[in-house]
């Protein structure tokens, strides 16, 4: 049986929209993938990372999959190289990239993530799966993830906070009091 996931797409170096639009088309003709919609792309500054780089467009896709989350992750950074990335040679994280393709959420699924009641913040060794964690672990800080994950999933809830990608953004976008 098929999972829903949310795939996160950004790009800052090249010709951007190219790169996007490769990734999505890249991604819709994996085996055991169907492209199921897309959101806009925003345009954003970067976050972290080097001073001067260039600004993002980012996009999220959901997908029907048959594929493992590992799988799928390594299906992403095989595009990501397709796509002229070279993980191995970034320096720093954060850094100007061609392509970054990034697992939001996975079904319900929560992997590498602790419990939410544990008070250490190393997973229990049988549920990693090394450079994967579902869900994101910084998505509901980052306005340029949620915004077009809202605008295709809004009533989608995370499954750790418990709470909609919908009210993750109003509260990300509400000042502090």
Same mark, same amino acid.
């Given at each position: 049986m098929a999972t829903q996931a949310y795939i996160a797409l950004g790009s800052n170096q090249g010709d951007r929209q190219a790169h996007l639009a490769g990734a999505l088309a890249d991604l819709g003709s994996l085996p055991g993938v169907t492209l199921?919609?897309?959101?806009p792309t925003y345009e954003t500054d970067p976050v972290g990372g080097p001073a001067g780089q260039g600004r993002f467009l980012n996009s999220v896709a959901a997908v029907n999959t048959d594929l493992s989350p590992k799988q799928l992750l390594e299906s992403l950074h095989q595009i990501e190289a397709d796509h002229g990335r070279d993980r191995k040679a970034e320096t720093q994280r954060c850094a100007p990239r061609t392509l970054d393709l990034d697992i939001l959420l996975f079904? !319900?699924?929560?992997? !590498?993530?602790?419990? &939410?009641?544990? %008070?250490?913040?190393? &997973?229990?060794?049988?549920? =990693?799966?090394? !450079? =994967?964690?579902?869900? *994101? &672990?910084?998505?509901?800080?980052? %306005?340029?993830?949620?915004?077009?994950?809202?605008?295709?999933?809004? %009533?989608?809830? *995370?499954?750790?906070?418990?709470?909609?990608?919908?009210? =993750? =953004?109003i509260e990300l976008e509400t000042p502090a009091k």
């Open positions: 199921v919609s897309q959101s079904g !319900n699924q929560i992997i !590498n993530h602790p419990e &939410p009641s544990c %008070d250490t913040l190393k &997973p229990h060794p049988s549920s =990693l799966t090394p !450079n =994967l964690t579902i869900p *994101h &672990p910084r998505m509901h800080h980052r %306005d340029f993830v949620l915004r077009p994950l809202c605008h295709i999933a809004p %009533d989608v809830v *995370h499954p750790i906070l418990k709470r909609t990608i919908r009210e =993750l =953004l």
